[in-house]
């Protein structure tokens, strides 16, 4: 059974910074493409940043270009996203999501997996 749990949310005042984990199992984590995507009270689930298998190509939303920074390490099946320079728009449920390689992509449907998410409160 497929599993994907982050950690790491909570509340921080703009400006300031939190790195988001999410950790895999019960899949062949080498071989996913990884990705963050968020969710706004009142919104659409969006993509925020993805990373191939390899680790070696990084995708960003224009949104967070610059301040957020996405990272895999493989041996330990974990998916990380530091986030510095925090605004209160960057308030959201973080969600982790994987996707069996290929193409890496910005579509939240192209994503097999999941994680039950983690709020993240930017505060002014």
């Known amino acids: 059974q497929v599993q994907l749990v982050e950690s790491g949310g909570g509340l921080v005042q703009a400006g300031g910074s939190l790195r988001l984990s999410c950790a895999a199992s019960?899949?062949?984590?080498?071989?996913?493409?990884m990705a963050w995507f968020r969710q706004a009270p009142g919104k659409e689930r969006e993509f925020v940043t993805a990373?191939?298998?390899?680790?070696?190509?990084?995708y960003y939303a224009d949104s967070v270009k610059g301040r957020f920074t996405i990272s895999r390490d493989n041996a330990k099946k974990t998916v990380y996203l530091q986030m510095n320079s925090l605004k209160p728009e960057d308030t959201a449920v973080y969600y982790c999501?994987?996707?069996?390689?290929?193409?890496?992509?910005?579509?939240?449907?192209?994503?097999?997996?999941w994680g039950q998410g983690t709020q993240v409160t930017v505060s002014l």
């Open positions: 999501a994987a996707r069996g390689a290929g193409a890496v992509v910005t579509n939240r449907g192209a994503y097999n997996y």
């Open positions: 019960g899949l062949t984590f080498s071989r996913y493409n």
């Open positions: 990373i191939s298998w390899t680790g070696g190509s990084t």
